[in-house]
């Protein structure tokens, strides 16, 4: 059994940051690349960065380039995602997901390529 817990979600003006952390627990599994979604009552999940366990190449949504950073701590096994500049519209609730495969970086871009999933953790931006 895998275990991904998200933690660093909350209340937060527009322009501050928060800093979410995802710690990986569980079975011995290979981690191929980690990645954060989010989803909002409106929309599908969406991936927003993830980042490649070995060698730690990155991607960012158009949406969030520039603003949000990924990085991962190998040691305790641990995703980051930096959020600054922060705007209402990214309020929605943020999910960790882990790749128990490889796949290519055109399928790391879909949320199907991410085999297991924290519980979620809301962030709320106020204008």
């Known amino acids: 059994q895998v275990q991904l817990v998200e933690t660093g979600g909350g209340l937060v003006q527009a322009g501050g940051s928060l800093r979410l952390s995802c710690a990986a627990s569980?079975?011995?599994?290979?981690?191929?690349?980690m990645g954060w979604c989010r989803q909002d009552q409106r929309q599908e999940r969406e991936l927003v960065a993830r980042?490649?366990?070995?060698?730690?190449?990155?991607y960012y949504a158009a949406n969030v380039t520039g603003r949000f950073t990924i990085s991962r701590d190998i040691a305790k096994n641990t995703v980051y995602l930096q959020m600054n500049s922060l705007k209402p519209e990214d309020t929605a609730v943020y999910y960790c997901?882990?790749?128990?495969?490889?796949?290519?970086?055109?399928?790391?871009?879909?949320?199907?390529?991410?085999?297991?999933w924290g519980q979620g953790t809301q962030v709320t931006v106020s204008s």
């Open positions: 980042i490649r366990w070995s060698g730690g190449s990155t």
């Open positions: 569980g079975r011995t599994l290979t981690k191929y690349a």
């Open positions: 997901g882990l790749a128990g495969r490889w796949y290519s970086a055109y399928e790391l871009v879909k949320t199907s390529a991410y085999n297991y």
